[in-house]
């Protein structure tokens, strides 16, 4: 059994070189033919003014007329013709090699889907061996389960940081949403001050209370970051303790929502900027987190692939 599965891996491992190989091919030729469409192009537009340069040349004109009594008039249609043609070679030269390099790009494409997905079918066999090593409780079953063990926990370490990711880009959007109102509020109160009238002054509460709601929306969603950041498994402690625990401290709803004076508005806004700061400050932890912890899932499958296919 192990012998047979380990046959397989061989010839699937066999098969993703040569998949690469193809993949390799294929992104040679497609640019190629890229290139290709484009000289394509160029020629097919150098033929048509050709084309038309011997058209005006046969027409009847004030211009041919001077060219026919100077008798230059054949020369100019000969040389005109001689460029049409040149360009008409080098047009069909350049459809040809588009032909040429579609069919081969169509060639790797057929040979791919042939092959398949020998990465997914090399997962299959991993899995089964692994399967059969647990099942007969041989000397290294122990060492594999360990293995599908860490991989599984790096899986879900990193589930929890794209979560709070997620989450967060949440309240960053509505915090940014309410700096947008607050602008506005603060152009229309200068209005207002100015003795801009009862339309200003509407206007200016309208985003007052459209920037209020969106900095609410951004304290629920924040709470909920806060309850996800919990249950994120760091790869870094340090990290955590330093950087991403800090977040508790900022405070959403402690935003100033006095709408009295103006320049409550410009200290909201301020307040909000702060904010926003912080939490691009934890956002840039998270994300870097997220690569580690990216990291540590792609050691940790190597690490158990490695193991599976030694036994």
């Known amino acids: 059994m192990v012998k047979h599965l380990n046959d397989r891996l ?3 491992e066999e098969s993703e070189q040569l998949k690469n190989e193809l993949e390799k091919k294929l992104d040679q030729v497609t640019e190629r033919m890229g290139e290709a469409i484009e ?18 040349l046969k027409r009847v004109s004030l211009d041919t007329i001077k060219a026919t009594l100077k008798g230059t008039k054949e020369e100019r249609v000969m040389k005109e013709n001689q460029e049409m043609l040149i360009a008409k070679q080098n047009y069909d030269q350049a459809v040809e090699e ?14 791919l889907n042939q092959l398949g997905d020998p990465q997914a079918t090399y997962e299959k066999l ?13 000397a290294i079953s122990i060492k594999v389960l360990e293995a599908y063990e860490r991989e599984t926990a790096c899986n879900e370490s990193l589930q929890e940081v794209n979560k709070a990711i997620g989450i967060l880009e949440g309240v960053i959007a509505f915090l940014q949403e309410a700096l947008k109102k607050l602008d506005k509020a603060k152009g229309w109160g200068t209005v207002d001050l100015l003795g801009g009238g009862p339309i200003s002054s509407l206007v200016k509460h309208r985003h007052m209370d459209e920037a209020k709601d969106n900095i609410e929306q951004a304290q629920i969603r924040f709470e909920d970051f806060q309850r996800e950041l919990s249950h994120v498994k760091p790869v870094n402690e340090q990290i955590v303790e330093s950087e991403l625990l800090t977040s508790a401290d900022i405070l959403i709803d402690s935003i100033i929502f006095d709408w009295i004076v103006q320049d409550k508005i410009y ?12 939490l691009e400050h934890v956002m840039r932890s998270l994300v870097n987190e997220k690569k580690m912890a990216r990291e540590q899932v792609q ?5 158990r692939i490695a193991l599976v296919k030694m036994a």
């Open 299 to 303: 050691k940790a499958k190597q690490k």
């Open 126 to 138: 991993i899995n089964e061996k692994a399967a059969f090593l647990l099942e007969n409780s041989t």
């Open 39 to 56: 000289k394509k192009s160029y020629f097919n537009q150098q033929l048509e003014r050709d084309k038309n340069d011997v058209e005006k």
């Open 267 to 278: 200290n909201t806004e301020e307040e909000v900027k702060k904010q926003l700061r912080e």
């Open 98 to 111: 588009v032909k040429e390099l579609e069919e081969e790009q169509r060639k790797y494409i057929s040979e």
């Open 10 to 12: 061989k010839e699937v």
